[in-house]
């Protein structure tokens, strides 16, 4: 049995936690005009993005704040949205963001998440979002959802159209 890593009758343990590892992403954001100017075929269109809070205390649920607002702002349901790339840091975290929103779990992390992958700190933007835009081209998905939970209580969730 794993202890629990945050106190003593807790639940968070190693297995069950996003492990700290490396990693690397780049993405180019610019205007069509400009993508168009360097002869460049934009793989996506960035839709909307918001950001979202929490008590601090619990930390980890802040996309659930953050998703309705950047569905709004891109005048989307959750229903349009074909797939979705959440940070799991812990397990507790990400499933307690898919029940709050009842989100369809068969859209979530596709190929698997932190937990199974790695959570690359400073990095896990980036990796999402190359991530989603991959697996958005793979599939000829229209709409993909990048979210994730930040330190403090914050939440961020962005919306992207494929282009591909």
């Known amino acids: 049995k794993l202890k629990p890593v945050f ?5 968070v343990t190693a297995g069950n936690s996003s492990q700290t590892s490396d990693g690397a992403a780049a993405v180019l954001v610019m205007s069509r005009e400009k993508a168009d100017e360097l002869g460049l075929k934009p793989l996506a269109r960035f839709v909307s993005f918001a950001v979202g809070g929490v008590p601090p205390e619990v930390m980890g649920i802040g996309p659930v704040v953050a998703i309705p607002k950047a569905l709004k702002l891109a005048g989307l349901t959750l229903e349009d949205i074909d797939l979705i790339e959440l940070n799991e840091a812990f397990a507790a975290q990400a499933l307690g963001v898919v029940k709050q929103l009842e989100i369809d779990l068969e859209k ?8 199974a992958l790695g959570h690359p700190l400073g990095c896990t933007g980036a990796k999402l979002t190359v991530t989603l835009l991959n697996e958005m081209k793979r599939r000829n998905s229209r709409y993909g959802m990048v979210t994730m939970c930040i330190g403090g209580g914050m939440g961020a969730a962005g919306i992207f159209e ?3």
């Open 108 to 115: 979530v992390n596709v190929n698997g998440g932190a937990i």
């Open 7 to 11: 106190s003593v009758k807790g639940t």
């Open 162 to 164: 494929n282009l591909t």
